[in-house]
C-alpha cells in the first residue's frame, strides 16, 4: 500500500532499510536511528535487541511527551526486549511495540500517515 499521497509534505517516511543502512525521506542513514514525523536522529543503541538497556531508552524516556508509541524495529527478525526491561520502560510511561524492522517500517509510515504521534526506533540489524 503507497502512503505516500496520504502524508503531510515535509514528514519522514522510511522508504527502506539493508546493510545497517536506512532510506528516509530520500536520504540515507547508517546505524540505529530514531524517526518522528518532522525529523531523524541517531540513536546511540547500537548493540542488538538482547544488549539494550533503559539508558538506551533515555532519551525517548526524556521526549516522550512528543509521541504515544514507539515501534522498536529490530532487523531482519523479530527479538524481544527482556521482560524487566519493557516493565521498566512501562513503569517510566514508555509503551514499546516491539517488531521486525520491515514491520515497524510499514507500521510507522501508516501510522504517521493518519497523524498519529509516533516515533520508529530502528536498530541496524539484520
Known sequence: MD???????GS???QSYAGGRFRVSGEVHE???LVSQDSVR?????????????????????MQDEFDVV???TGKV????????KAALKQKGLHVEVM??????RTYNVLMAEGRRVVAAMLPHE
Open 12 to 14: 519522514k517516511i522510511i
Open 78 to 85: 523479530l527479538r524481544f526486549l527482556a521482560p524487566e526491561l
Open 71 to 73: 515501534l522498536l524495529g
Open 31 to 33: 546505524g540505529a536511528i
Open 100 to 105: 521486525d524492522s520491515g514491520a515497524a517500517c
Open 3 to 9: 502512503v505516500t499521497p496520504l502524508v503531510k509534505e
Open 42 to 62: 541517531s540513536w546511540s543503541a547500537n548493540g542488538p535487541v538482547q544488549e539494550l538497556t533503559e539508558q538506551d531508552f533515555e532519551v525517548l524516556i526524556t
